[in-house]
């Protein structure tokens, strides 16, 4: 590695010639001093969702009142269909509802439901808690037996160990696309040909890979997914999440909480349950609609930006931070907890050390939010349309004269 790579004039010209540079100024950061590297756990907000909300709240809620109805009952799918099309997925298979976990419940529970007779859900020791409890607490419900593999949790899930779990009684496999701790990015298309393989269903939580890294969920045949829209997505703290069911499963599969939303010809208020036709079949009650408008603002930023462009950029930021950790923090007993070879990872770097919790503390007195992860982990969140590079170089100076100081 060259010197050069480790002066601010090499950050400052990765800022000039970034295409996507220019998004930055569509956001909130009002702060210059600010580095906000936590983009992964509450994305920043967007100046269009401002806007909006103002205008939501005061037209069409203030003004408007329930006549608004007639054009938000639609909002739901609408959103869904962007959050599709950053996703690989055609229109009418993805709605945006509830919370991640509550979703999780209902797909996983829908899944189990439509493979009677196979008793094992599978699922890894580090996927995300709430991903692991849902899980557990389906399989105590029904019986079932959770299935939970190792992994080693900075490099992920390798596909060969999927291939080693799933057998003729599995009914699904439930996994995270991109590990929240290390960041490690699971092959999509090679686990559910897997999972498949076994007869089984599949289901991706997306949180960490949507607006991160590309995903192709027609192309790879995948069953299920969901994910949350408030870290790479940007919609906003407690923003309704979003899930996919796969067209060749929406008219099979049957979810467990029968709300009003979800029933076929609502307003008749019928006297028995007649689920939807379509993907408004796995929602439940009423919407949250000023968390779904905001999610449909940071779609379509999202999309106006591309995926492509925000790959290429996320994988140059990840990089750059582990040249500048091989250079500055390895030597003083950091370790790097995430794949190094760009292709496997997501949006995020984390790395080990024993004062992790400390480091983090001290970076955000000095105004660089990152994320402490137990026991021993920090996380830094590189999102593409707000991170620069000499956020980059700031940040992992910063922690270099940290561990410096209290060596
Ligand atoms: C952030 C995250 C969640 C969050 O779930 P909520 O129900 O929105 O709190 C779930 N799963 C994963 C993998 C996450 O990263």
């Given at each position: 590695m060259s010197q050069e790579i480790l002066d601010r004039a090499h950050a400052e010209e990765l800022d000039a010639a970034d295409?996507?540079?220019?998004?930055?100024?569509?956001?909130?950061?009002?702060?210059?001093?600010l580095v906000y590297l936590n983009g992964n756990s509450l994305g920043a907000l967007p100046l269009a969702t401002m806007a909006r909300m103002d205008s939501m709240i005061r037209a069409e809620w203030g003004a408007a009142l329930a006549g608004s109805w007639d054009h938000w009952v639609d909002l739901p799918g609408r959103a869904g269909d962007l959050v599709g099309e950053l996703t690989g997925a055609a229109p009418g298979q993805v709605v945006i509802t509830d919370n991640t976990t509550v979703n999780l419940y209902k797909l996983a529970s829908a899944a189990l439901g439509a493979r009677p007779g196979r008793h094992v859900i599978v699922t890894d020791q580090d996927n995300f808690p709430s991903d692991r409890y849902v899980l557990e607490g389906i399989a105590a419900q029904r019986g079932a037996e959770l299935r939970m593999l190792a992994t080693d949790i900075n490099e992920g899930l390798a596909a060969d160990a999927v291939r080693a779990a799933v057998d003729e009684d599995t009914a699904l496999v439930s996994l995270s696309h991109v590990a929240y701790r290390s960041g490690a990015l699971a092959d999509m298309a090679a686990i559910t040909e897997i999972t498949h393989g076994a007869g089984a269903l599949m289901l991706w939580d997306l949180s960490h890979s949507v607006g991160a890294v590309p995903i192709e969920l027609d192309a790879c045949d995948v069953d299920l997914a969901v994910g949350c829209t408030?870290?790479?997505?940007?919609?906003?703290?407690g923003a309704p999440a979003f899930l996919y069911v796969s067209a060749r499963l929406r008219e099979v599969l049957r979810q467990p909480i029968w709300g009003w939303f979800s029933?076929?010809?609502?307003?008749?208020?019928?006297p028995r349950y007649d689920p939807a036709a379509?993907?408004?079949?796995?929602t439940t009650g009423t919407p949250p609609i000023l968390g779904t408008a905001a999610v449909e603002e940071g779609a379509r930023l999202l999309l106006e930006a591309g995926i492509g462009p925000m790959r290429a950029k996320s994988m140059q930021l990840t990089s750059y931070l582990i040249d500048l950790a091989d250079a500055w923090l390895i030597p003083l007993g950091c370790a790097l907890a995430t794949p190094r070879e760009a292709g496997r990872r997501g949006g995020h770097v984390t790395f080990c050390h024993p004062r992790a919790e400390q480091v983090v503390g001290q970076l955000a007195a000095a105004s660089i939010i990152t994320d402490y992860r137990t026991p021993d982990r920090f996380r830094l969140g590189l999102s593409p349309l707000t991170t620069r590079f000499t956020d980059v170089w700031r940040a992992a100076g910063a922690t270099r004269d940290i561990l410096e100081q209290t060596r």
């Open positions: 295409p996507l540079g220019g998004y930055r100024a569509r956001f909130a950061l009002d702060d210059p001093s408030y870290k790479y997505l940007n919609s906003g703290p029933q076929r010809d609502q307003f008749a208020m019928g379509g993907i408004a079949k796995f």
